[in-house]
């Protein structure tokens, strides 16, 4: 199973991220990553993604829970919603390659699904609803996009909410 798990940073974490760089990259490199990379604002780094396959939901929240910078405080909070993969590939694959970064974009809903089908799918590095545990809720949308208007791969006035992040890719592979 899929999962979108968005790790936001507490204020002045960045010397715990720092000194647990290699620990975060080396428990990342056990698991099979759909997409991943810090997210900023005003070029000072404000969380993670990390688009996961685990095995269910406990494995999920154990991924984002047992994480080192969680562990260690750096985070003052975490996301973890279940997730489909409508590209059907991961952010390695994307077309337009890993230079220029991009945006998180976050819509977040209830009821009826909408963007199940993508919009400017040349645009999107990764893309897909954002899901109850069991996969039968629809709970919003997100999506990591390279373009002008970010907002544009969402239906205007379907979402309670909507988020962008500066974001770029991360990671080795």
Same mark, same amino acid.
């Given at each position: ?11 002045? =974490? ?11 990259? =080396? ?13 900023? =604002? ?38 973890? *919603?279940?997730? *489909? ?61 390279? =373009? ?9 006035? *379907? ?15």
């Amino acid at each position: 199973m899929e999962f979108f798990c968005y790790h936001r940073d507490r204020p002045g =974490s960045l010397p715990v991220r720092e000194r647990l760089a290699e620990e975060h990259w =080396s428990y990342m490199d056990r698991f099979e990553l759909i997409a991943r990379g810090p997210t900023f =604002s005003g070029g000072v780094v404000t969380g993670s993604v990390h688009v996961v396959v685990v095995a269910d939901a406990a494995a999920a929240r154990a991924f984002a829970f047992e994480e080192p910078i969680h562990q260690a405080g750096g985070y003052r909070d975490v996301l973890v *919603r279940r997730w *489909r993969n409508v590209l059907g590939r991961t952010m390695w694959d994307f077309p337009g390659g890993r230079e220029g970064g991009g945006r998180l974009v976050l819509g977040f809903g209830s009821g009826e699904p909408a963007d199940l089908v993508p919009r400017h799918p040349g645009e999107l590095i990764a893309y897909g609803p954002l899901l109850s545990d069991d996969g039968t809720a629809w709970l919003g949308t997100a999506a990591l996009v390279r =373009s002008a208007d970010p907002r544009a791969v969402l239906t205007a006035g *379907r979402y309670d909410a909507v988020e962008v992040h500066d974001w770029e890719f991360g990671g080795r592979r």
